[in-house]
């Protein structure tokens, strides 16, 4: 049996960081509630213990197991230079880890999984493109090639040439792709809606509408695969835990007529799935692809959704990225914003009154709190000049200086 590093979830906010950090050392680590017995934790026979949250109860029913205990309860624990070095000593020292934890193995045995579970029946998967899907299905198509239908349903939110490149990635692999193209579809559902919560409403109504009627044309398939990973299980309670937030993506979907789920990735953080990917061949372009919400550009987009703002918005959006693609330190995520407020400008003589431009750029560990990236201001600059130069509508661009907290990430 592999080793691994027991993390006890007694109500801590940063146990995803410290398994996280755990894995980075080559050990494998799991998250359980705190409330699990002596008893259930012997059979688990993890090589040490770490304790996050405020503890409840007492200590010395876990030491009488005689594993080696890192307590972190009550402490306020920063995953900087010393806490890294805390846990390093804390697993090759006290816990006499090898760190012999390889995503090779995880790849193997998922593969094996996957093939004693679906057999030689076919698997459907909602495809969207982004990192998570992506890599599930790689790895699929790797486990049982010929029997896995990536549906992808384009709803003509996605960013510059998205849906091409994902058409072409995924167009030349062992597995059958099928984009349906349903922009207008989803552009009607958004005519005179500006309230972004019933944007993100109507968008995953309509991919539902959308997905039913299409996998209804493919036959009988058993199987639904889904891109869930650790942190969506961890946040959804999936671990018997605190639920922090739901995840559409966690359990079998309502009113859809699949039998059982394939879920390859549920053992994964995000940063493990990108070396996952990189490992199975996927392109750069995928596998590092920034984080994209679900209803795409619709919620960056403020106000009403058209495609006029769409198009204009992709503009800015490609040329923000473009740029800052040649820093030598990006930031961890970077987007455009199509606001809703109007600006006087001057263009070619005339005055005008456009749409202002916004643009947002964080560093960030976890998305959990970030703070705004200081790009040198040629780069702004640059920017600036070429959306204003480059897109006829749009005559001023501001830049966003505000951290998380108070602000979120995304501005909808």
Known sequence: MKEFVLVLDFG????????????????????????????????????????TGTLHSPLSTLHSLGIPILDLCGVQFQLARDGHEIIRNFLFHDCGAKGDY?????????????????GHERVLLALSGGVDSSVCASLLSKAVPGQLTCLFVDHGLMRLHEGDEIE???SNRDLSFIRV????????????????????????????????????????????????IYPDVVE??????????SHHNVGLPENLAFSELVEPLTGLFKDEVRELGRKLGLPSELVDRQPFPGPGLAIRVMGEVTEEKLNVLRQADYILR?????????????FAICTDTHSVGIKGGNRTYDPVIAIRAVMTADFMTCEYAPLPHNVLSRISARITGEIPSVSRVVYDITNKPPATVEWE
Request: zero cysteines; charged letters at 35%; a positive charge.
């Open 12 to 51: 801590g906010h940063d146990k995803e960081s410290i398994a996280r950090s755990v894995r980075r050392m080559s050990v494998y680590s799991e998250i359980k509630p705190g409330r699990l017995t002596a008893e259930e934790i012997r059979q688990l026979s993890p090589i040490g213990i770490i304790l």
């Open 102 to 118: 390889r995503l090779d193995g995880y790849i193997d045995a998922q593969m094996e999984q996957i093939r004693r579970q679906v």
């Open 168 to 170: 072409r990635v995924f």
């Open 181 to 228: 193209n349903a922009g207008a579809r989803f552009l009607a559902r958004l005519k005179d809606v500006t309230d972004p919560e019933t944007k993100r409403k109507r968008i995953g109504e309509e991919f539902i509408r959308v997905f039913e009627e299409e996998a209804g044309k493919l036959g009988e398939i058993p199987f639904l695969a889904q891109g869930t």
């Open 236 to 245: 959804s309670g999936g671990i018997d835990g605190k639920t922090i937030k």
């Open 322 to 334: 473009d740029e800052i693609s040649g820093l030598e330190t990006k930031p961890s995520q970077y």
